[in-house]
Every structure is written in structure tokens, then in C-alpha cells.
């Protein structure tokens, strides 16, 4: 499992209001483009728009960590 902080805003970039939401987390081999080569959503609750996850904790990963991800 990779422990992960975010901060969730809206289009306009202002913070979340307290609650839950789904978000989808994924990672890529290139920085822009590209295929995921692994994703996962979660229902993340925000607290003023900070939440924890537990990434690989619904998609376990199947990927090695030699490389770099984005």
C-alpha cells in the first residue's frame, strides 16, 4: 500500500465542501499521454478539502516499483 494526502478542489480550483466523494487515482509510464497501467477509485472524505487514502488497498498492484510513475 502507498499512503497518499491530496487536497480536492472544484473546476474553479476552491476547496471541497466537508463530505465524500469518488475519486479515480491512476499511474502512467510518461508524465503526459500515455495508457494507465494501474488504476483504483475510492471514496475519499475530505476534511477542508484534505483526505488519506490507502492507494492498492481496492486494486491491489500488480506492478513493480523500479521505474519511474506519474
Avoid: A, K, M
Avoid at 472544484?10 to 491512476?26: A, Q
Avoid at 497501467?37 to 523500479?66: A, H, K, Y
Amino acid at each position: 500500500l502507498i499512503s497518499y494526502q491530496g487536497v480536492l478542489t472544484d473546476n474553479s480550483g476552491n476547496l471541497v465542501s466537508n463530505g465524500n466523494y469518488n475519486v479515480t487515482f491512476n499511474l502512467y509510464t510518461v508524465s503526459t499521454g500515455g495508457s494507465s497501467i494501474w488504476n483504483e477509485t475510492q471514496t475519499v472524505t475530505t476534511n477542508v478539502g484534505v483526505f488519506n487514502v490507502n492507494l492498492g488497498s481496492v486494486t491491489p498492484f500488480t506492478i513493480g516499483f523500479s521505474s519511474q510513475y506519474y
